[in-house]
C-alpha cells in the first residue's frame, strides 16, 4: 500500500501543536481565547478538507473569520431586538 496524504484535521492538529509554545507564553485569558480560535478553524475541517488549498493555514485563517463573522452577526441580531424593544 502507498502512503496516503495527511488530513486537514490532521494537518491541522500538527499546526497547533507547533503553536503551544506561543500559547504558553500567553496570559491565562488570553490561553482561553486562543482555544477559542482554534476550536473555530477546527469546526470548519470537513470544508477546509474539500479545499485541499497549497497553504493550509491560509484556511485555518479564512475558518476563524468565518466563525467570528457568524458570531458577529449574531450578536448584532441580538442588539438589533434588544434595541428594537427600548424604541418602543
Known sequence: ???????FRDTLRHMEE???P??????YRDQETFD???GYAREHADAGGYLS?????VVMLF??????QRR????????DIETDGIHN
Request: glycine share 2%; net charge positive.
Open 1 to 7: 500500500m502507498g502512503r496516503t496524504n495527511p488530513t
Open 18 to 20: 507547533q503553536w503551544q
Open 22 to 27: 506561543y500559547r504558553r507564553a500567553l496570559r
Open 36 to 38: 477559542t480560535l482554534w
Open 53 to 57: 488549498h497549497p497553504d493550509p493555514a
Open 63 to 68: 475558518s476563524v473569520c468565518l466563525a467570528q
Open 72 to 79: 458577529l452577526n449574531e450578536l448584532e441580531t441580538l442588539l
